[in-house]
């Protein structure tokens, strides 16, 4: 079955600092990937995404390239903001979306 | 780009009362709508699979006779939490898709609920 498995929180670093969130995942068939990013509050909102593999999605400074030889979609960021600050969600969609459990990212100035 | 909208935002019912949410799609037609729930510090559960004009797909474990779901237009879904109970209190989302969106869904800012 489908099932996304993402790394354990809460994460805390400092502005600037880099950032890998790891995502990884088991699907039948070739699923796309995404990461959706929760704000304190708010609903989810899509950050970026991969169709296909070795496809790199970005956004914000954020990239995650879909790995299919490792089941990966890991998030980076080489200099996360105070702003960054939220829940990020890996996820996959097949016949319905399968979400990881989150993770969450605190930036401290 | 695509928009859904939810209300309320937030919402304090009594305990045995029904409380009733709403995700509208704004710019676009929402052939099928998603209801999930979120429990503290957990990922989103979904909950059911609503296409218009049929009645939804609940998820095992989902109580239909709790959460009722109603997918009336191609613009709107409502979720009913009927007699709710502190156990209900959580944050619910819905999301949106229609026909021309092959991946990805759009969010509503979801509904916190607190039963009392």
């Known amino acids: 079955g489908n099932s996304v498995t993402q790394m354990e929180g809460p994460v805390t670093l400092s502005e600037e600092a880099f950032l890998t969130i790891n995502c990884t995942y088991t699907?039948?068939?070739?699923?796309?990937l995404f990461w959706y990013v929760q704000y304190p509050g708010e609903g989810l909102q899509l950050l970026l995404k991969?169709?296909?593999?070795?496809d790199k999605g970005s956004n914000k400074g954020f990239e995650a390239t879909y790995r299919k030889e490792t089941t990966s979609f890991h998030l980076e960021k080489g200099s996360v903001q105070v702003s960054d600050s939220a829940v990020y969600f890996c996820?996959?969609?097949?016949?319905?979306?399968?979400f990881g459990t989150g993770t969450s990212l605190t930036v401290i100035p | 780009g695509a928009v859904v909208s939810q209300h309320p935002s937030r919402v304090i019912c009594k305990s045995g009362t029904s409380v009733k949410i709403e995700c509208r799609s704004l710019?676009?037609?929402?052939?099928?709508m998603f209801w999930y729930r979120q429990f503290p510090k957990k990922s989103l559960m979904l909950m059911a699979t609503?296409?218009?004009?049929?009645?939804?797909?609940?998820e095992q474990g989902v109580e239909k006779d709790k959460f009722l779901i109603n997918h009336a237009s191609l613009t709107l879904s409502t979720l009913t939490v009927t007699s709710a109970h502190p156990e209900d209190s959580s944050f619910y989302i819905c999301?949106?898709?229609?026909?021309?969106?092959?991946?990805?869904?759009?969010f509503g800012s979801g509904t916190r609920l607190t039963v009392v």
């Open positions: 999301s949106a898709s229609s026909r021309q969106e092959t991946y990805g869904y759009t």
């Open positions: 991969a169709t296909k593999a070795d």
């Open positions: 710019d676009f037609q929402a052939t099928t």
């Open positions: 609503s296409n218009e004009g049929s009645k939804a797909t609940y």
């Open positions: 996820a996959l969609s097949g016949s319905q979306f399968y």
């Open positions: 699907a039948t068939g070739y699923p796309s």
